[in-house]
């Protein structure tokens, strides 16, 4: 694993410098923040190599032109899986994050939260365990992570907790509310006067910056009738409290990567640059690349020389 992980240093420090990839500056990628892998039970897959289903996987992201990507499996995040893919995906040019889809204790059937985290975050201290093992064990004390059957367990914390261990962890982290519309969504789970008290906590924008396959009627009450009262309430700007409506595949077979997503603009293959982008989504995050139909300058080159000096 010492090897892997040298590889995958040299690969993302080339990547992340390697200009070549934005040669003409922030361009629209094709980014899915909900992916689950074969160390999920609800993911699918006959392959038991692991290097042979790491190319299938990576070939699907490429089939489908995924350029980032987020591992969100339930409960749990398996670093030795998360690399041997992410290795595989870099030798692409596909940028994936580490993550966790985290069952948290919030309304009537439990909350699915999408926790994506800097890939620093994921790698293990002196006392061999990553901010995000650290975080999972606060979540879960002693209880299991799952059923009897493999199926995820709330954890400990409500979404207000959640938010608040990983901000003493000091993690680098932001969220995504996953299938809002389904089974342990936003917007099933939870009623009008919980969602707000959530706006008025200020966590929108800050913590939680999207809202994954939003159905247009939740997204027309959530602004036009939450948002509006909160922000009346504050003085502030409607703005402040609208996160990012994203689409993502949430896949349980290698066939379904990819399928969904959303169109990112970002300059660079980072964390702190996917991070900006949903933070400033209005600019930065489509549900088709904008077509350019007017001038603009796309390249600046500038040579020194005796006639400029």
Request: charged share 30%; glycine share 6%.
């Amino acid at each position: 694993m010492k090897k892997i992980e040298k590889k995958l240093d040299n690969i993302v420090t080339d990547i992340i410098r390697d200009s070549s990839n934005f040669p003409e500056g922030s361009k629209y990628l094709k980014a899915d923040f909900h992916l689950h892998t074969k160390a999920d039970k609800e993911f699918k897959t006959e392959i038991s190599n692991y290097e042979e289903y790491a190319e299938k996987y990576v070939n699907e992201l490429k089939r489908n032109d995924i350029k980032i990507g987020a591992i969100t499996n339930h409960n749990k995040f398996d670093k030795d899986e998360f690399e041997i893919i992410q290795s595989a995906a870099m030798n692409s040019g596909i940028f994936l994050l580490p993550g966790v889809e985290l069952s948290v204790n919030d309304g009537k059937g439990g909350l699915h939260t999408l926790i994506i985290f800097e890939p620093e975050d994921a790698e293990k201290d002196v006392n061999n365990t990553s901010k995000i093992e650290k975080f999972l064990n606060l979540a879960f004390k002693s209880k299991s992570h799952f059923d009897d059957k493999g199926d995820p367990l709330r954890c400990d914390l409500n979404l207000d907790n959640t938010i608040k261990e990983l901000n003493d962890l000091k993690c680098h982290y932001f969220i995504v509310l996953a299938h809002a519309n389904n089974d342990c969504g936003f917007f099933k789970e939870l009623g009008g006067g919980r969602i707000k008290d959530f706006l008025r906590s200020g966590y929108f924008r800050k913590y939680i910056l999207a809202c994954q396959d939003v159905s247009g009627s939740s997204k027309s009450t959530f602004v036009n009738n939450w948002v509006k009262e909160v922000a009346k309430e504050s003085g502030r700007n409607e703005i402040n409290y609208i996160p990012a409506f994203i689409s993502a595949s949430d896949p349980k077979k290698i066939e379904d990567i990819g399928t969904k997503y959303s169109y990112l603009k970002i300059g660079d293959y980072s964390f702190d640059a996917v991070k900006f982008s949903l933070m400033r989504h209005e600019l930065r995050v489509k549900n088709e690349v904008p077509q350019v139909d007017y001038p603009c300058i796309k390249t600046v080159r500038v040579d020194t020389g005796k006639a400029m000096s």
